[in-house]
């Protein structure tokens, strides 16, 4: 068994892929996500890779463009304003069908905000991550540990469904230290073929071509029905999420990320005070877990989360009117407690007559 090392969030990001096999990465610095491209720009030239510090966050997601183009395994990371620069280049990605991660560490909005932790990118990452019909999968890690692995995972899907994906972090998140195992170092040669790819015929193919423009109505409609009948595929196939203390639950919390964590102490405050409360915890936000949620059967919900209510949504279009729906947030990089949270959960027991 690999031995456990303790690390920086940013930094098990970073070395995860690394381990992946990434080895082209463009970056542009910006706070709460620095560490990540620091740490990049250490190692990935000791492993025949590449780094580079593009002039801007737009040029950064054009050379991930590029670089995935030709079959490697590429990245980028920032934090919320610097993903919305990208939005543009990863649509493009999205409809050139190309595999990438894209790192969110997210920190307080809208505009420059603060450099504090917050999930106020999730209506973003889920539904607006650049013009046009498309989806991207989106994974929430909620510690260093799942941070690792979920970012070493990550590239396995982009390249099985040839799309990008999302790994939404948060500052809290990318900040903190913790223990964590490593994934092994990836072969790569023996990462997938990419048949499709940019990267020279050597006369024994034709040509391939990467490009997201297509200037047939009907052709256009056809790729996009092609791509959703494999988001359709990502829905069945993909979804995940941890439940915990479910089973015999009247009030379900539904928590992502660092929120799940305080959510989780909530819960356990909620148990030893005689409330039977539960916890959701979607690990992927695209696809969302719907029947996770919905099969819980509980008498409430609460979503709790680091912004003015955002999955919640989501969670009542799960539950579908079968059980009232309540949020509880801070915003702006302020963080809740879970006092604040178990005085939610006591107050929604109370309005069930627990």
Not at 14 to 31: L, S, V
Not at 84 to 95: D, N, Q, R, V
Request: hydrophobic share 45%; charged share 20%.
């Amino acid at each position: 068994m690999s031995e456990k090392v303790l690390m920086k969030g940013n930094e098990a990001l970073a070395e995860a892929a690394m381990r992946a096999g990434c080895r082209y990465f463009f970056g542009y610095p910006i706070t709460p996500q620095t560490e990540l491209a620091a740490y990049m720009s250490k190692h990935m030239p000791k492993r025949d890779g590449v780094y580079l510090q593009a002039e801007s966050e737009v040029a950064a997601i054009n050379m991930v463009y590029g670089a995935a183009s030709c079959g490697v395994r590429a990245m980028t990371s920032s934090s919320s304003p610097g993903v919305s620069l990208k939005t543009e280049g990863i649509s493009y990605l999205a409809g050139a069908d190309l595999p990438a991660v894209i790192i969110n560490v997210q920190r307080g909005g809208p505009g420059l905000g603060s450099i504090q932790p917050s999930q106020a990118d999730y209506w973003q990452a889920t539904r607006a991550m650049g013009h046009g019909d498309f989806f991207l999968p989106v994974f929430a890690p909620s510690t260093v540990q799942e941070a690792a692995d979920l970012v070493y995972e990550a590239f396995d899907v982009a390249d099985r469904y040839r799309t990008p994906v999302v790994i939404l972090a948060d500052g809290m998140l990318g900040q903190m230290m913790e223990p964590v195992v490593l994934p092994p170092e990836r072969d790569l040669a023996d990462l997938p073929a990419k048949p499709w790819a940019t990267s020279g015929t050597h006369g024994e193919r034709a040509h391939n071509v990467t490009n997201s423009l297509c200037l047939d109505a009907r052709e256009l409609y056809e790729q996009n029905v092609e791509r959703f009948e494999r988001y359709a595929v990502i829905e069945r196939e993909e979804v995940r999420a941890e439940e915990y203390l479910t089973e015999d639950a009247d009030i379900v919390v539904v928590a992502f990320g660092a929120a799940a964590r305080i959510a989780r102490s909530a819960v356990n405050d909620a148990r030893a005070a005689g409330i039977k409360a539960g916890l959701v915890r979607p690990i992927t936000l695209w696809p969302f877990p719907a029947q996770a949620v919905r099969g819980c059967n509980a008498k409430a919900y609460l979503a709790v989360e680091m912004n003015m209510g955002q999955m919640v949504e989501d969670v009542r279009l799960a539950v579908e009117g079968a059980a009232p729906v309540a949020f509880f947030g801070r915003a702006g990089g302020v963080i809740p407690r879970p006092d604040e949270v178990l005085e939610q959960i006591a107050a929604l027991a109370e309005g069930i007559g627990e």
